[in-house]
């Protein structure tokens, strides 16, 4: 499993069909990539690791802080395209990327475990499968990469 972290004073995303809309102030956006073999102790170590991601400023403007120590709000938005292999042609091979039936499995139950440790009123979340826009203000930038296997 893949989670793109990137620290954010605010972000949205807006999906037309069906019609959703949902938006952050300071915290976080996690891109999810679930890879085929992942499994339920993948996204636990992910979603653990982002929701104690120490990338906020503290006092001295160091990155000492996380989101549960800012009480920011994360948005997950799922991205198969995490898992786009580009080293061969010019067109990405997905085929690492989870079927969306158990990607949307493992995506649901990693949104659950971020919402158990943060509060489900300081999780906000894209829809699953659809074409998103999503806009980011990325604050550094400071953007971090978690996988849950080598």
């Known amino acids: 499993m893949r989670a793109l972290v990137q620290r954010v004073t605010e972000a ?25 073999t992942d499994t339920e102790a993948d996204l636990n170590f992910v979603a653990d690791k982002c929701c104690n991601l120490r990338i906020f400023e503290d006092e001295n403007g160091k990155m000492n802080l996380s ?17 786009g292999d580009a080293r061969r042609g010019h067109r990405p091979s997905f085929t ?16 659950a ?12 979340t894209g829809v699953f499968g659809a ?9 550094g930038p400071v953007t971090i990469m978690v996988e849950s296997k080598e």
Request: charge should be negative; glycine fraction near 6%.
């Open 67 to 83: 989101l549960k120590d800012i009480d920011g709000e994360v948005l997950v938005i799922s991205q198969f395209t995490l898992y």
């Open 12 to 36: 949205s995303v807006k999906v037309d069909e069906p019609e959703h809309y949902e938006a952050i102030k300071k915290g976080m956006v996690i891109l999810l990539g679930v890879k085929q």
């Open 96 to 111: 690492d990327a989870a079927e969306p039936k158990f990607a949307n499995e493992l995506y649901e139950k990693f949104c």
């Open 131 to 139: 074409m998103m826009l999503v806009k980011i203000f990325n604050d």
């Open 113 to 124: 475990r971020v919402r158990n440790n943060l509060g489900a009123e300081k999780v906000k």
